[in-house]
């Protein structure tokens, strides 16, 4: 199973936005609504932040949203901040009843 | 309040084999299951695979599927993973972690990890 197609990195200044990308297949990200994001900060665990494509869990903040469009789902972060600085890699089910993740995206804010 | 709680950090010689425990608490074990994944240092995550903790089914990825056994007992309400012929690139740290907790099919619950380090 090779891990879904994420940018190594993405920056942007305080207050705009960004959007990282995840491109799969139709066995996996295309096939099901099953898309998950998490951050993930030096040394902790990971921490979900959009489930089932483009829903955000309770304490996340709205500034995270997730949508889905073919094989390539999207993480959108408005309004950066610099605690949004993180590494971030999404997740999908996939027709083998398995899952896979991300290639993992360094967000960066300058 | 729900958790896992992982055992501590293990160090292993290349070909061995290292078993990794998971204890739940706060929650009914036998109703999700429990994945694992690992990340190598500076690397990504990587699904290991899971086990439906309520019969004990499993379902591996295909690149650890020759060397990865999970299991659970629920009477300690433990899950464990078990990974044989260790060699360098296994250096990692390990996770459990519960799908679907509240979360649609997310991994919404994670254990702390636990480093296991394969050095001659």
């Known amino acids: 199973q090779s891990a879904l197609t994420q940018p190594a990195s993405v920056s942007g200044s305080p207050g705009q936005s960004i959007t990282i990308s995840c491109t799969g297949t139709?066995?996996?990200?295309?096939?099901?609504?099953?898309v998950s994001w998490y951050q993930q900060h030096p040394d902790k665990a990971p921490k979900l932040m959009i489930y089932?494509?483009?829903n955000r869990p309770s304490g996340v903040s709205n500034r995270f949203s997730g949508s889905k469009s073919g094989n390539t789902a999207s993480l959108t972060i408005s309004g950066l901040q610099a605690e949004d600085e993180a590494d971030y890699y999404c997740?999908?089910?996939?027709?083998?009843?398995?899952?896979?993740f991300g290639t993992g995206t360094k967000v960066t804010v300058l | 309040q729900v958790q896992l709680v992982q055992s501590g950090a293990e160090v292993r010689k290349p070909g061995a084999s290292v078993k990794v425990s998971c204890k739940a608490s706060?929650?009914?074990?036998?109703?999700?299951?429990m994945h694992w994944v690992r990340q190598a240092p500076g690397q990504r995550l990587e699904w290991m695979g899971w086990?439906?903790?309520?019969?004990?089914?499993?379902k591996y990825s295909q690149n650890f599927q020759a060397r990865v056994t999970i299991t659970r007992d629920t009477s300690a309400d433990t899950a464990y993973m078990e990974l044989s012929s260790l060699r360098s690139e296994d250096t990692a740290v390990y996770y459990c972690?519960?799908?679907?907790?509240?979360?649609?099919?997310?991994?919404?619950?994670w254990g702390q990890g636990t480093l296991v380090t394969v050095s001659s």
């Open positions: 972690a519960i799908r679907g907790y509240t979360y649609g099919h997310a991994f919404d619950i």
């Open positions: 139709s066995s996996d990200v295309g096939g099901y609504n099953y």
């Open positions: 086990i439906n903790v309520g019969n004990g089914k499993t």
């Open positions: 706060g929650y009914t074990f036998t109703n999700y299951p």
């Open positions: 089932d494509v483009s």
């Open positions: 997740s999908s089910y996939t027709s083998s009843t398995t899952y896979v």
